[in-house]
């Protein structure tokens, strides 16, 4: 009887460890690709991606903060760091450019509503 009630105890306690485990990763096999959601602790999205079988980040990929908002645009291609790759961060937008998975160039600029007002290579 006591092996029986131990049983229920850890039965229970694992049900709410499988609730979060599923609730901070969903993956989804599209095509040749699984697709990615990743999450906060707090429920909120944190990034948004695919992988390719073989477990390399593939294509464009979005991060958002705990609070849901964008703070970065990224790309690869088959695991290397490809593109221009954009970072948030309040008023700020930093481009960061990639070639051979190498930073080539970096451009930040402070942005008020919908004009840009400065540029600082």
Excluded: C
């Amino acid at each position: 009887m006591k092996r029986f009630a131990v049983l229920i105890i850890v039965a229970l306690l694992a049900v709410p460890v499988m609730a979060q485990i599923d609730k901070q990763k969903k993956l989804e096999l599209t095509g040749d690709l699984i697709s990615a959601t990743l999450y906060h602790d707090n429920g909120e999205v944190a990034q948004v991606g695919f992988y390719t079988k073989d477990g390399k980040l593939q294509g464009e990929w979005n991060s958002y903060d705990n609070n849901g908002i964008h703070t970065a645009k990224a790309f690869y291609d088959n695991g290397e760091k490809v593109g221009t790759w954009t970072f948030y961060n309040g008023n700020t937008k930093k481009e960061v450019r990639y070639v051979d998975s190498r930073i080539s160039e970096v451009k930040t600029w402070e942005v008020t509503g919908t004009r840009v007002v400065s540029n600082k290579p």
